[in-house]
């Protein structure tokens, strides 16, 4: 694995820590995150802002499982599962991440995935049909 994919694959490990202090370090200053469907959050402080409300958001629950991880040059993929408590107990919603790196600091995260399914996982409905099975 390339030195950028270990860094994508600690960065996305600790995320079951829930602090966002603590991911701080993989970001350059001027790094950009953005989920798609939602406007940009730009900088590194803006960033550790916004992950601490999402950690504050499912509050007992907070994990990457990665299902698979690419990396080519300084660009990295992961399909995986983000792992969040629900009425029903801790389930996965399926996100594909590109990451971007540059001199060791991830400069740009994009996320993708159905930024509905959280509410439809929250409200109870069954969304077995939506998250693939892990393989």
């Not at 469907?37 to 007992?60: H, K, M, R, S, Y």
Request: charged share 20%; aromatic share 10%; hydrophobic share 40%.
């Amino acid at each position: 694995m390339t030195i950028c994919g270990q860094i994508v694959r600690e960065f996305c490990d600790l995320m079951v820590s829930r602090d966002a202090e603590k991911l701080r370090p993989f970001f350059a200053d001027d790094a950009v995150y953005q989920n798609t469907g939602t406007p940009a959050t730009v900088g590194v402080e803006a960033i550790v802002t916004n992950l601490a409300g999402q950690f504050g958001t499912f509050p007992d629950s907070y994990e990457y499982k990665t299902i698979n991880l690419a990396a080519d040059g300084n660009v990295v993929l992961t399909e995986r599962l983000d792992l969040i408590r629900t009425p029903s107990g801790v389930q996965g919603v399926p996100v594909m991440g590109t990451f971007v790196l540059e001199n060791g600091k991830i400069t740009r995260w994009t996320d993708y995935w159905d930024t509905s399914l959280p509410m439809k996982m929250m409200t109870g409905q069954d969304v077995s049909a939506l998250v693939p099975a892990i393989y």
